[in-house]
C-alpha cells in the first residue's frame, strides 16, 4: 500500500471495482436513500435549520467519505444526538431561523471536520477511549429522552424551547392551554403508524407469506409512505388552515456551494462545541464501524475514520449543511441491503441529490408534527435503561459514573453533560487504580504456581511475605502499596523477606519508584530484605535506568518460585 493508498482509500478497493460490486452497492444505496428521506428533513428540524439542509448534509458528505472513509458500510449524514447538540451550541449565539444561526452551523461543521482530520493525522484515535461504554450509554439515553421530550411540542402543535428536561417541561407545562387538537391528530396518528411499522408490520407481512427480505425492505419503506399519508391529508383537509404547522416551501435544487464565515468570535465560540460534537461523533461511528467490520471480517483503522469522517464534515460545510457521523440505523441498513464497498454512500448521496432536485416541491404541505414522530420513534433505540442494571449489579462505580452522566446530561444539557462523562469516566478509573487488588500468595503444592491465600490451598513460608500486586504502579496508588507492604510486616519478628510479585505491573513512574525506594529503606531500618519477581522487559528497563538497583537490599528474580526457592534455601542453611 502506497503513502497516498493510506490516506485516500478509494485509490485501492477502486481498482477491483467490478459490475457485481456496482450491483450490490446500487441496491444498498435505493434502499438507504428510501430510508434518509424523512430521516434527514427530520434531524434538520431538530437542529434548529430547514428541513431541506438535512438533505443538503445527506449529500457531499457521503461522497467525502466514499473516498476518505475506511468502512463499506458507515453511512454518514445527520443523526439525532449530533443535531441536538448542533442546536445547543448554535442557539447560544444566534436566533433559529436567522442567516446567523445557518451560518454557525456551517461553521461548527467546519470546525468539527479540521478537528477530525487533524486527530487523523496525529493518530489521536486514543481520545475516545476517555469515555467509557457505561458513560456513553448513559449520555444516550439522556439525550434520547431530551431529543424526544423536545418533540412533544411538535406533536401537539405549541411551542417549546430548551436544550435541557427543567427548561422542556417548564415550556411544555406553560404552553399546554394551546394544544392544536388538528395537530395533536395527526402526530398521534403518526406517531402509532410508525410505531406500528416498526413494531409489527414485518411479522403481519411475513404471516402473509411475503420473503421476509421482501417484508424486511418494505419495513424500511414505512416511513416514506407514512409521510406520503400525511401530505395527502394536508393537501385534503386543508390542515394548514386549521392551523398546523408546515414544512412549507422548500428550495428545489442541489445545495448551493458555501464557504465559512471567518469570524473570530464565533469560531472562538464554537470551537469547543465542536471538539465535544467531534469526540461524541467519532465514538457512535467508529463503534458502530467496528461492529459491522467484524460481520465482515474486515479491519477498521480509527485514525483513518477520523480522516473520513473529518473530510465529511468539511464538505457538510461546503455543502451548506452541518456536523453529520456515521449513524447507526442507517449503516445497519446498508450492511444489511449488500453493501459491498463505500461507494454504496457515493450512490446514496446521487439519490438524495436527486430527491432535492424532484421531491422537494410536494414537501410543502408536510406536517411537522409527521416529523417529530419521526424523530420520536428515531430516538427509541437510543434509550436504555437496561444499562442501569447491568452496572449496578457489575460496579458500583461504573453505576455512580453513568447515574452522574445521564442525571447532568438532562437537567444541565448535553454539552455539561459530555463533559461530566470523562470527568466521571477519569474519576472511575482513578479511584479502581488507586487500591490495587493485591493478594499475599503461597505455592500451590506440587507446583511451581502461587496463588492467592484466601483463594486457595497453599504452601507459605512464616519468614518470607509475597506480595502480588495486580496493577501497574503510579502516583495514585504508590503510597497505598506502602501502606499495603507495611500493614503485612507490622508486629511480625519473625519476616525476614517480602517479595513484591510484579507479573501485572506494566510501568512504573516516577512517584511509584520513589516509594519503591521508601519501601526498600525502611525494610532495611526492620532488618527486612526487599526483592522483587516477575518484572516485565519494559519495566526492567525503566528501572535499570536509574540507582534503583544500586540500593536495592535483595535480589530480582526472573520468577516466584525461583526467589521463594533461593530464600527458603537460604534461610534452611
Not at 111 to 116: A, N
Not at 391 to 402: H, L, N, T
Amino acid at each position: 500500500m502506497t503513502a497516498l493508498e493510506k490516506y485516500v482509500p478509494i485509490l485501492k478497493w477502486g481498482r477491483t471495482y467490478n459490475p457485481a460490486l456496482f450491483g450490490r452497492d446500487m441496491m444498498a444505496a435505493i434502499i438507504v436513500t428510501i430510508m434518509l428521506i424523512p430521516q434527514s428533513l427530520a434531524y434538520a428540524l431538530l437542529a434548529g435549520l430547514p428541513p431541506e439542509v438535512g438533505l443538503y448534509a445527506s449529500i457531499l458528505p457521503l461522497i467525502a467519505y466514499a473516498i476518505f472513509g475506511s468502512s463499506t458500510s458507515l453511512a454518514v449524514g445527520p443523526v439525532a444526538v449530533v443535531s441536538l447538540m448542533t442546536a445547543a451550541a448554535v442557539g447560544r449565539i444566534a436566533a433559529e431561523g436567522t442567516a446567523d444561526y445557518a451560518t454557525a452551523a456551517i461553521m461548527l461543521a467546519f470546525l468539527s471536520g479540521l478537528i477530525l482530520v487533524g486527530m487523523g493525522l496525529l493518530r489521536l484515535g486514543f481520545v475516545a477511549n476517555f469515555l467509557s461504554h457505561p458513560v456513553i450509554s448513559g449520555f444516550i439515553t439522556a439525550s434520547g429522552l431530551i431529543i424526544a421530550t423536545s418533540q412533544v411540542g411538535g406533536l401537539l402543535g405549541i411551542g417549546t424551547y430548551g436544550h435541557a428536561m427543567p427548561e422542556l417541561l417548564g415550556s411544555i407545562w406553560a404552553s399546554l392551554s394551546q394544544i392544536n387538537f388538528y395537530t395533536l391528530a395527526v402526530g398521534m396518528a403518526s406517531l402509532m403508524a410508525l410505531l406500528w411499522i416498526r413494531l409489527d408490520m414485518k411479522k403481519r407481512l411475513i404471516a402473509i407469506r411475503i420473503p421476509a427480505p421482501v417484508a424486511t425492505t418494505l419495513v424500511r419503506a414505512g416511513p416514506v409512505v407514512v409521510v406520503l399519508l400525511a401530505i395527502g391529508a394536508s393537501a385534503l383537509f386543508d390542515l394548514g388552515g386549521k392551523g398546523v404547522a408546515l414544512v412549507g416551501d422548500v428550495p428545489q435544487g442541489l445545495p448551493p456551494l458555501s464557504v465559512p464565515v471567518f469570524n473570530l468570535d464565533v469560531m472562538a465560540a464554537l470551537i469547543g462545541p465542536a471538539f465535544i460534537i467531534s469526540i461524541i461523533g467519532f465514538v457512535e461511528s467508529i463503534s458502530v464501524a467496528q461492529t459491522l467490520a467484524a460481520k465482515k471480517r474486515e479491519r477498521i483503522n480509527p485514525d483513518q475514520e477520523l480522516v473520513g469522517l473529518g473530510a465529511s464534515n468539511i464538505a457538510a460545510a461546503i455543502g451548506s449543511g452541518y456536523p453529520v457521523t456515521g449513524g447507526f440505523a442507517r449503516s445497519v441498513v446498508n450492511h444489511d441491503a449488500g453493501a459491498a464497498t463505500p461507494a454504496a454512500g457515493a450512490f446514496t448521496a446521487i439519490g438524495i441529490a436527486g430527491a432535492t432536485l424532484l421531491l422537494t416541491p410536494f414537501l410543502a404541505l408536510l406536517p411537522k408534527a409527521t416529523l417529530a414522530a419521526t424523530i420520536v420513534i428515531a430516538v427509541l433505540t437510543l434509550v436504555d435503561f437496561s444499562i442501569l442494571k447491568k452496572a449496578f449489579a457489575y460496579s458500583r462505580a461504573d453505576f455512580a459514573a453513568v447515574i452522574i452522566t445521564l442525571g447532568v446530561t438532562l437537567v444541565l444539557g448535553v454539552e455539561v453533560g459530555v463533559l461530566s462523562g470523562v470527568v466521571a469516566s477519569i474519576l472511575v478509573f482513578l479511584y479502581r487504580t488507586s487500591k490495587p487488588h493485591t493478594a499475599i500468595v503461597g505455592q500451590v503444592p506440587g507446583t511451581e504456581h502461587f496463588r492467592n491465600v484466601l483463594r486457595h490451598e497453599v504452601e507459605t513460608h512464616p519468614e518470607i511475605v509475597s506480595i502480588r500486586v495486580d496493577e501497574s504502579l503510579y502516583f495514585a496508588n504508590a503510597r497505598f502499596l506502602e501502606d499495603c507492604i507495611y500493614e503485612r510486616v507490622s508486629g511480625r519478628p519473625e519476616v525476614k523477606h517480602v517479595i513484591l510479585m510484579c507479573p501485572a505491573v506494566n510501568a512504573i513512574d516516577m512517584s511509584a519508584l520513589e516509594s519503591l525506594e521508601a519501601i526498600n529503606e525502611r525494610l532495611k531500618d526492620l532488618g527486612i530484605t526487599f526483592h522483587l519477581s516477575e518484572v516485565k522487559g519494559p519495566v526492567m528497563d525503566k528501572l535499570r535506568a536509574t540507582q534503583f538497583f544500586a540500593h536495592l537490599t535483595g535480589r530480582i528474580f526472573l520468577s516466584q518460585h525461583e526467589a521463594v526457592s533461593a530464600l527458603n534455601g537460604k534461610n534452611n542453611r
